[in-house]
């Protein structure tokens, strides 16, 4: 990507009308949709991306968020190709939300969520979003803001768990802790299989019963048809796997990976739960069948030439010992395989139509605190927690001095 040139600061969106002309004419030459032959090459595009891309970005997923829905919308920014998709709210328009642009810097997102904001003027778009792979940086953060940024949700977790997966498996599992080499001996010991399956109907089944059970309506997932269609696109295309693990002959435990590039990704898993009817529990008991999983897992990922296994959400670096978070027992058995955890700088909107996109923000944050909320969820009879990681939703304006 070229070298950041210097913008001036705008406080909402693309600031003055005037202001908004003169970045379409300077910026918008650097953003177009990507023509028919790219988008048959969108996989290459994106591997050919300054970061890699990663399995978002890639057409498979595009294909599964097709499935559910969604409409891709692809887009050449600063000649790398960047994948987008267009969300419809009622009354308020439409935005665009980006898994990219691949930047090397905030400056450089900075101006290229502007030039993608001009380019989307033209095109009935209220606002967009970006929520590239940069590191999370409270100085970044603060940056954003000063540019008329936002921080708003994001379909991508936050923060992960990266496995190295370089070298031998002695030399993968010494960089695990202790506790995770424990449990994978006692695993083999209780007598745990873990099986590398077809993604047929009924196995696509069973793991997503145990999914549904897993998520008790915490966490969104797609349908049944969809679920297996994806899981079946990805294994088609040679990008998936769909494992399940045994004790004592009964499926226990399973999970769908995927990959791209080098690397590997946690798609979707589950586990048989304790008590019917009460996600929150796990019912594995001392059998450490998620750890043979996790460790099957791997050992494929390495057969297809994968360095990076991406676990995919944990409570972030700050929140990893905070026993109240909704995530807290997740966040203690992914970091069992590695201590390091990646927090990305998450998504942040720019607006193109500032007032229809401020009204976007307000019933997006409602929506939030009434997920987020205690008392509404035990009426709802919903068991789900306040996420410490999301504590810029409440973020009070402050006041501005007298």
């Known amino acids: 990507m070229s070298a950041v040139r210097a913008t001036p600061p705008v406080r909402q969106g693309l600031g003055h009308k005037g ?22 090459r969108w996989d290459e595009l994106i591997l050919l991306s300054p970061d890699e891309g990663n399995v978002y970005r890639g057409s498979d997923n595009i294909a599964g968020m097709v499935l559910g829905g969604a409409t891709p919308v692809y887009l050449i920014v600063g000649g790398s190709a960047v994948t987008a998709f267009r969300v419809n709210v009622p009354v308020a328009g439409a935005l665009w939300i ?67 997966l370089r070298g031998s498996e002695s030399d993968v599992q010494a960089r695990f802790k202790k506790r995770a080499r424990k449990s994978i001996r006692r695993a083999a010991q209780e007598g745990v299989t873990v099986d590398l399956v077809p993604a047929t109907d009924d196995n696509c089944r069973i793991l997503y019963e145990m999914l549904d059970a897993t998520s008790g309506g915490r966490f969104r997932i797609p349908s049944l048809a969809t679920s297996t269609a994806v899981f079946q696109r990805y294994e088609q295309s040679g990008r998936g796997q769909l494992f399940l693990a045994r004790h004592r002959g009964e499926v226990v435990v399973g999970a769908f990976v995927t990959m791209f590039g080098t690397t590997a990704l946690y798609f979707g898993a589950g586990s048989v739960r304790k008590r019917p009817g009460d996600p929150t529990v796990c019912g594995l008991g001392g059998s450490r069948a998620a750890y043979a999983l996790q460790w099957e897992i791997m050992r494929w990922a390495r057969d297809q030439g994968c360095e990076w296994y991406d676990l995919d959400g944990t409570p972030s670096s700050s929140t990893i010992t905070d026993e109240s978070h909704q995530r807290h027992g997740v966040g203690q058995f992914k970091t069992a395989f590695s201590e390091e955890i990646t927090d990305y700088l998450g998504a942040y909107q720019i607006a193109v139509r500032p007032r229809r996109a401020w009204a976007i923000r307000q019933m997006e944050n409602c929506s939030g605190r009434i997920d987020q909320s205690p008392l509404l969820n035990r009426i709802r009879r919903r068991p789900v927690r306040p996420n410490p990681d999301y504590v810029w939703l409440y973020r009070r304006r402050r006041r501005r001095a007298v």
């Open 98 to 164: 980006l898994f990219g642009p691949p930047v090397a810097g905030v400056h450089e997102l900075i101006r290229a969520a502007r030039a993608v904001a001009a380019f989307a003027a033209d095109h009935d778009i209220t606002a967009v979003r970006v929520r590239t792979q940069l590191r999370a940086n409270p100085e970044d953060a603060k940056t954003l803001r000063a540019q008329g940024l936002v921080r708003v949700p994001t379909w991508l977790d936050d923060s992960t768990v990266l496995v190295d």
């Open 19 to 40: 202001e908004a002309r003169r970045s379409r004419a300077v910026d918008a030459a650097h953003v177009r949709f990507a023509d028919a032959d790219e988008i048959r």
